[in-house]
């Protein structure tokens, strides 16, 4: 594959009752043009057989590993390896809605912008939303499950790279 547009960062820690909601969610994008990378943060659950299902089915998505730590330094490495334009944080017991990833692109490169952010909505256990969350750049929404919030972000990789 030539270099993605975007690299989507996936920290995971004993997230298996959510991770394949997660995975799918991103493999279904309608913007193709992407990586996902799945950072495993030494999880002592099964999460590492969803990785390498999704792995093994589908080259965008590249299994990562790490001793320890928390989300950010499993953030970090995978911001290390990412090839993409720009990269978008999902954490690993939300979804996203099909269209996110196009609509953070297009209207990224729309208005020539180094980020675009958007909203969440917050859900239940059983699905119900709860309630909005932030504010709506964009034309679609992330959805996140316990109390979590899940908000599209993609950030262009030279902000990143001033910030270093």
């Known amino acids: 594959m030539s270099n993605p547009c975007i690299s989507i960062i996936i920290p995971v820690y004993n997230s298996e ?4 909601q ?3 969610s991103i493999r279904t994008q309608t913007f193709k043009n992407f990586e996902a990378l799945i950072v495993n943060n030494d999880s002592p659950d099964n999460s590492q057989i969803i990785i390498d299902e999704f792995a093994h089915k589908d080259p965008r998505f590249i299994p990562l ?10 953030r970090n490495t995978a911001l290390k390896q990412a ?17 996110l990833c ?14 675009v952010d958007g909203a969440g909505i917050n859900v239940s256990e059983d ?12 034309g679609g929404i992330g ?20 910030i270093d």
């Open 17 to 20: 009752k959510y991770l394949r």
């Open 22 to 24: 997660c995975l799918e």
């Open 65 to 74: 590993f790490r001793q320890g730590g928390r989300a950010g330094g499993a």
């Open 83 to 99: 090839q993409g334009q720009y990269f978008l944080f999902v954490d690993s017991d939300d979804w996203i809605a099909p269209t």
């Open 102 to 115: 196009e609509h953070l692109y297009t209207t990224a490169q729309q208005y020539n912008l180094d980020m």
């Open 127 to 138: 699905g119900i939303a709860l309630k909005l969350l932030a504010h709506v750049l964009f």
């Open 143 to 162: 959805i996140a499950k316990q109390q979590v919030v899940a908000y599209g972000a993609a950030e262009k990789r030279v902000a990143l790279r001033h």
